[in-house]
């Protein structure tokens, strides 16, 4: 603990802002906020999508020179011009937005921008990698790290971009949601790292929609909503419940997303996918699976436990070495992902950027999946539009306007518009791989709705997730995977999260 930072030792806060406001096209993203981070503190910041805890924090990196208010590092004003001007200032960010470079290798990545030379000025490849090797290695990672950094699932790519910031020696970081695609084991090495880095003196922003984590690891926490911030307190003296009500601001909704469910399998229902014994001659091992007409099955394990390549085997992404795949009873080889799609499966992978077109209107990501199925002559743009703006209503996307450029949107609000598109024309399957990933607690109540609303029609669908939580708020049945095997399978009766942990 910090105390004596906190209360006043002369010194001047770390960071300090001071009514900060900032606009995008005339429209106000933050209003009059301050902040402060001291050294040696962890100070969690909170709050729904677009609430705007991204665009204050790309004020701090340098992202954003156009702001109004003052920011203060050790008591002296800075207004940084650029990203550089910040991490000169020495302050490093792991962006919301996975921001490696896919064609480098893991040491590139972890020493981009600060490459150690050899003594004639040249890139010492050897200490690089050398280097890099050690560094993951304290975030618990075996990576070689001559591998290309595209070529790794996305939560090793977040871990891999983490360990560059981490130990770039900066005094001030910043981590955007960092844990949304870690597992609970890879979680706590994290957390274990941060720690270290606290007792060194340095001071942590960590922003997160996982309550329990921000609540478990911050010793401050501040409440941003609609971008003003409402409250900021010591993370012991608040309760989950306090941070959702000023995070909504009104008395606490009263539903925790799960902790424990009743399942309700029905082997009544219709099996309309089904997977055989599949193997895909890596990870996944004699793997069985049935998917329902009106049922959602989940599928829980942690990072690397084959939900992936589940997903994708499913999906005709990767060819089968062993077992089949039958649909309608009927055995099927998918040969590609439009033969896939072509007999009506729908995937929604957990990586958006794989699906989304930032720089294209909202209402073109949502009408892309009926321009697979219609000619795109027929639909007329007014008519793509009048679709996207009712599902942009249904899905409370903000702000609700279909022409803003889907890169505009806030995390969160980007991930709406992903499974949107799926709304206008009903899928016999739908894969939804990590599908409230990032999403604060608002948000993944409209998904969880429109995920049920889509079963009640029928629609068979399967949920994988390495979030607890999201599994048991949404699933009908769990199958648990382990290693890439199918470990434990739950269809009857109450669960708890500690069953799942349990199983996997
Ligand atoms: N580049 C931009 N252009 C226009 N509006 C933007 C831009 N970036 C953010 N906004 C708007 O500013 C507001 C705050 O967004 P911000 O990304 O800071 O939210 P956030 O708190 O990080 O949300 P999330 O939890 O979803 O990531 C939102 O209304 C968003 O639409
Ligand atoms: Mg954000």
Excluded at 15 to 40: C, M, R, W
Excluded at 53 to 69: C, H, L, Q, R, W
Excluded at 276 to 291: A, E, M, N, P, T
Aim: proline share 4%.
């Amino acid at each position: 603990m910090n105390i004596q930072l906190m209360s006043g030792d002369g010194l001047p806060p770390l960071l300090k802002l001071s009514n900060v406001s900032k606009s995008f096209g005339g429209i106000a993203a933050l209003k009059d906020v301050d902040f402060e981070l001291h050294t040696g503190e962890i100070h969690g910041l909170v709050g729904e999508n677009g609430a705007g805890k991204s665009t204050t924090m790309k004020i701090i990196a340098g992202v954003y020179a156009d702001y109004e208010g003052e920011m203060r590092i050790d008591g002296a004003p800075m207004h940084f011009r650029s990203a550089r001007d910040s991490l000169a200032a020495g302050i490093g960010m792991v962006h919301q937005e996975l921001s490696t470079v896919p064609d480098l290798t893991v040491a590139e990545n972890v020493f981009l921008g600060h490459q150690p030379l050899t003594r004639f000025g040249t890139v010492d490849w050897p200490r690089i990698n050398r280097e890099a090797a050690r560094l993951i290695a304290s975030l618990g990672l075996d990576i070689d790290p001559t591998t290309r950094m595209g070529a790794l699932p996305v939560g090793l790519q977040q871990l891999v971009e983490l360990s560059r910031v981490l130990f770039s020696g900066a005094r001030i970081i910043i981590l955007d949601e960092p844990t949304s695609a870690l597992s609970p084991p890879e979680v706590k090495r994290l957390f274990e790292v941060l720690r270290k880095i606290r007792a060194e003196g340095r001071g942590i922003i960590f922003i997160s929609h996982f309550l329990d984590d921000v609540l478990e690891i911050s010793d401050t926490v501040t409440i941003f909503r609609n971008g003003r911030k409402v409250a900021t307190e010591r993370a012991a003296a608040l309760t989950k419940d306090a941070v959702i009500s000023h995070m909504i601001g009104r008395g606490s909704i009263g539903m925790h997303m799960g902790e424990s469910t009743t399942l309700a399998g029905d082997e009544a229902k219709p099996v309309v996918l089904e997977a055989r014994s599949i193997s895909d001659g890596k990870l996944l091992r004699d793997v069985s699976l049935r998917l329902r007409a009106g049922e959602i099955t989940g599928v829980y394990g942690f990072m690397g436990c084959g939900q992936i390549e589940l997903a994708r085997a499913l999906f005709g992404k990767i060819r089968l070495k062993r077992g089949q795949l039958a649909l309608d009873g009927a055995t099927r080889s998918f040969k590609s992902t439009a033969a896939a799609r072509g007999q009506g499966i729908a995937f929604v992978p957990e990586n958006r950027r794989m699906m989304l077109f930032r720089t294209e209107p909202v209402f073109k990501n949502i009408s892309i999946a009926i321009l697979d199925r219609i000619h795109r002559l027929w639909l007329k743009p007014r008519a793509e539009n009048k679709i996207a703006a009712t599902r942009a209503t249904d899905l409370q996307i903000r702000p609700p306007n279909p022409n803003m450029l889907l890169g505009s949107l806030s995390g969160g609000n980007q991930q709406k518009v992903g499974l949107a598109k799926w709304l206008t024309h009903l899928p016999k399957v739908l894969i939804l791989s990590e599908p409230t990933r990032g999403m604060d607690v608002g948000a993944k109540e409209d998904v969880i709705r429109i995920v049920k609303a889509l079963r009640d029609r029928g629609v068979a669908i399967l949920v994988l997730s390495t979030e607890p939580e999201t599994i048991l708020t949404l699933a009908d049945r769990v199958s648990v995977l382990r290693k890439g095997i199918v470990a434990k399978e739950f269809s009857h009766g109450t669960i708890h999260k500690a069953d799942l942990l349990a199983a996997a």
